[in-house]
């Protein structure tokens, strides 16, 4: 969440046009606060260069002002350009050290880079200055989350709910992380929670979703994932679990229609191919499911899963030359993954017989071989 400063009310298009005029009017009376004003206007209506533009006049006629690099810094932030967001920000810092708001967003711009140090760092900051500031105490959680660190992330969590115990944001973010912990009652009874506040919560249905599937709770996860499509009918995520639900129970029919829903909604969802994947191999369709990995691994060449599985699919229609590469290749992402290094030995084995099998056929002298 972003504050900006004297930000004023809703304004329709035809003040758009009424400011823009005003800027070249305003040689005579023309002030820094004007142009702030100005700025924000354009912010509002997410013209940001525009706003961008107000922001830097505002500098300009006065270097000491913390509210314009600020406002300017969350103009950037919005357009993507999170360097000069953090170059703004640290200007306003410089100028006012007791800036709470500049370091939570600073705070923000960082984690968006994925700098998470960076931005708990500044968080914090954000906390000294401000010991009530949900918002910190809520994405700082959210960093630690990020990094693994899962009790400091609940910590966090705890000291939003403290402040402001209505918070559905910050109970689905505790869900999740006692979720991550492996404390699937207490996630559920945090997604709950976040539904009492918030019905209209489509990610903690999800996420209490995910929660029942973990417990084997197949239909209650179902349910969940079908009430978050009823809010938001434009849920890939959704559909993708529910397709994994449908499949644990072996409807897979179903679990391939959802996936292919997921996928009309988002046609970048890795995950959605390699579960539609699993689901065409179930069924015998290799093809399919080989067709599924590698699109799997068009959007994400990292997938060792999806390498590992279409391994699979290969050496079931007997390529074991290509399931022997796809298991390589799986390993040479994960050296750790068990799972694919048994899958080349027994693709190797079955080699290395179809090869003797083969050696004795061309000559019955081999047959006496002692290495068998």
Do not use: H
């Not at 270097?63 to 640290?90: F, H």
């Not at 809520?138 to 960093?143: D, E, H, L, M, P």
């Not at 417990?215 to 809010?231: N, P």
């Not at 191999?281 to 999806?306: S, V």
Request: glycine share 6%; with cysteine.
């Amino acid at each position: 969440m972003k504050k900006i400063i004297q930000k004023m009310g809703s304004i329709g298009a035809v003040l758009v046009l009424v400011l823009i005029c005003s800027i070249g009017s305003l040689s005579a009376q023309e002030s820094a606060e004007n142009y702030l004003k100005q700025g924000n206007e354009y912010y509002s209506l997410a013209l940001y260069d525009l706003a961008i533009q107000a922001y830097t006049r505002a500098i300009e006629l006065n270097p000491k002002y913390a509210e314009a690099y600020y406002n300017r810094g969350n103009a950037y932030s919005d357009k993507g350009d999170l360097d000069r967001a953090i170059v703004d920000y640290t200007e306003a810092l410089k100028i006012n050290p007791k800036y709470a708001d500049a370091y939570y967003n600073r705070g923000n711009a960082y984690s968006d880079k994925g700098d998470l140090d960076r931005a708990i760092a500044d968080y914090t900051e954000a906390l000294k200055i401000n010991p009530k500031y949900a918002e910190a105490y809520n994405n700082r959680g959210n960093a630690y989350a990020k990094k693994g660190d899962l009790d400091r992330a609940i910590a966090d969590y705890n000291e939003v709910l403290k402040i402001n115990p209505k918070d559905a944001k910050a109970c689905y973010n505790r869900g999740n992380a006692y979720s991550d912990k492996g404390d699937l009652d207490r996630a559920i009874a945090d997604f709950t929670e976040a539904l009492k506040i918030n019905p209209k919560f489509a990610e903690a249905y999800t996420g209490r979703g995910v929660a029942y599937a973990q417990k084997g709770e197949l239909d209650r996860a179902i349910a969940d994932y079908t009430e978050a499509l009823k809010i938001n009918p434009k849920y890939a995520e959704a559909y993708n679990n529910r397709g994994l639900a449908y499949a644990k129970k072996g409807d897979l029919d179903r679990a391939i229609a959802d996936y292919n829903q997921a996928l009309k909604i988002n046609p970048k969802l890795a995950e959605a191919y390699g579960n539609r994947g699993n689901a065409y191999y179930d069924k015998g369709d290799l093809d399919r499911a080989i067709a599924d990995y590698t699109e799997a691994l068009k959007i994400n060449p990292k997938d060792a899963e999806a390498y590992n599985n279409r391994g699979v699919a290969y050496a079931k229609k007997g390529d074991l030359d290509r399931a022997i590469a796809d298991y390589t290749e799986a390993l040479k992402i994960n050296p750790k993954d068990a799972e694919a290094y048994y899958n080349r030995g027994l693709a190797y084995k079955s080699q290395a017989e179809a090869d003797y099998k083969k050696a004795v056929e061309l000559n019955p002298e081999f047959a006496k071989s002692p290495y068998k």
